[in-house]
T-cell receptor, first 109, second 117 residues
Framework: GQSLEQPSEVTAVEGAIVQINCTYQ??????LSWYQQHDGGAPTFLSY????GLEETGRFSSFLSRSDSYGYLLLQELQMKDSASYFC??????????FGAGTQVVVTP | DAGVIQSPRHEVTEMGQEVTLRCKPI?????LFWYRQTMMRGLELLIY????????DSGMPEDRFSAKMPNASFSTLKIQPSEPRDSAVYFC???????????????FGPGTRLTVL
């Protein structure tokens, strides 16, 4: 079957570092994306990894290991505005994304 | 660009009524996606189009759901007849054709919150 596993919730204080892991099992794999969604809002794109390694975009970084079917999103210097749900999504075919259940990140003062 | 536009933003209807959701993708994007999001099932892909042609509708729940894309700037998702279990937030997203021929980043509209009583 096809599945994506990520933790349901993570809580951390402002200024901390949070790592959200994602493991996947899909019939096809082109790459791994991460999306952020605030309550009541729409998902917004954060990053995409097609090849193994680390991609850094400001305070956020994303990592992929294709051989391990594993990736993570790293949030550094956490801010209150980072409180949101974060979804990993596998691009399993041309243009098609399959989303995980999401990880709710709660940032406390 | 105004981004992906969806209408209506909220829809409350009674069971058995027809519901039509509308989407205008970002100009120039080749891909259009319809998603449904609920607490129980998360974010599910219903159907997607490439250059106005439906490519994969395997996520459409049943025959009560239908989607069309008559031109590059407009798509509809119709539910007829609607049922309470269809209550969800429905997102439309569009994606450009990437340099390698792939669409990576998807741009989501604000969503339509549907409540079926």
């Amino acid at each position: 079957g096809q599945s994506l596993e990520q933790p349901s919730e993570v809580t951390a204080v402002e200024g901390a570092i949070v790592q959200i892991n994602c493991t996947y099992q899909t019939s096809g794999f082109y790459g791994l994306s991460w999306y952020q969604q605030h309550d009541g809002g729409a998902p917004t794109f954060l990053s995409y990894n097609a090849l193994d390694g680390l991609e850094e975009t400001g305070r956020f970084s994303s990592f992929l290991s294709r051989s391990d079917s594993y990736g993570y999103l790293l949030l550094q210097e956490l801010q209150m505005k980072d409180s949101a749900s974060y979804f990993c999504a596998v691009r399993s075919s041309w243009g098609k994304l399959q989303f995980g259940a999401g990880t709710q990140v709660v940032v406390t003062p | 660009d105004a981004g992906v536009i969806q209408s209506p933003r909220h829809e409350v209807t009674e069971m058995g009524q027809e519901v039509t959701l509308r989407c205008k993708p970002i100009s120039g994007h080749d891909y259009l996606f319809w998603y449904r999001q609920t607490m129980m099932r998360g974010l599910e892909l219903l159907i997607y189009f490439n250059n106005n042609v439906p490519i994969d509708d395997s996520g459409m729940p049943e025959d009560r759901f239908s989607a069309k894309m008559p031109n590059a700037s407009f798509s509809t998702l119709k539910i007829q007849p609607s049922e309470p279990r269809d209550s969800a937030v429905y997102f439309c997203a569009s994606s450009p054709r990437g340099a390698s021929g792939e669409g990576n980043e998807q741009f989501f509209g604000p969503g339509t919150r549907l409540t079926v009583l």
